[in-house]
């Protein structure tokens, strides 16, 4: 069974599935590919958005965990009256180096989950990368050689 609605075609499949075929123009301004629709108009690409809270609490912890290793600080107490800041808040931002790589990666290009905050980041969460991602709501990875 076929189906026209404008210049999109639906099909029917004998299996139950039904497949929507809509045409459209690929069209380039500035350098950026569009994507046009049968009436004309066009969809912009949003980028990914960077979060700089995040990113600098990331930062913050990779630099305080290079101190500790370093021998410059002696630990995260001598970190948070350096800072002026609770050693819980310290805490918290430094437990982000436990992160898994891939979710450190996709923070420093703005292609975490939109739903995703620093607070949520500070709470505490698991240690096996798989259930970071879960938690986070980062796609499941099918890549046996990460976490």
């Known amino acids: 069974m076929r189906l026209r609605i404008d210049e999109s075609t639906t099909d029917i499949n004998l299996d139950g599935t039904i497949t929507v075929r809509i045409p459209i123009n690929i069209q380039r301004k500035s350098g950026r590919r569009f994507i046009m629709t049968p009436g004309g108009a066009e969809l912009e690409y949003v980028m990914p958005k960077r979060s700089d809270p995040m990113i600098t609490a990331i930062v ?12 410059k600080m002696a630990n995260l107490e001598a970190i948070a009256k350096r800072e002026r800041i609770t050693v819980s808040y310290i805490s918290r931002i430094y437990r982000l180096t436990l992160l898994a790589p891939d979710i450190i990666d996709a923070i420093l290009a703005g292609t975490q989950p939109k739903t995703l905050t620093l607070l949520d980041m500070l709470r505490p969460f698991p240690l096996p990368w798989m259930e970071q991602r879960d938690c986070f709501g980062f796609p499941y990875k099918t890549d046996s050689s990460v976490g």
């Open 60 to 71: 913050k912890a990779h630099l305080w965990k290079e101190e500790m290793e370093s021998g």
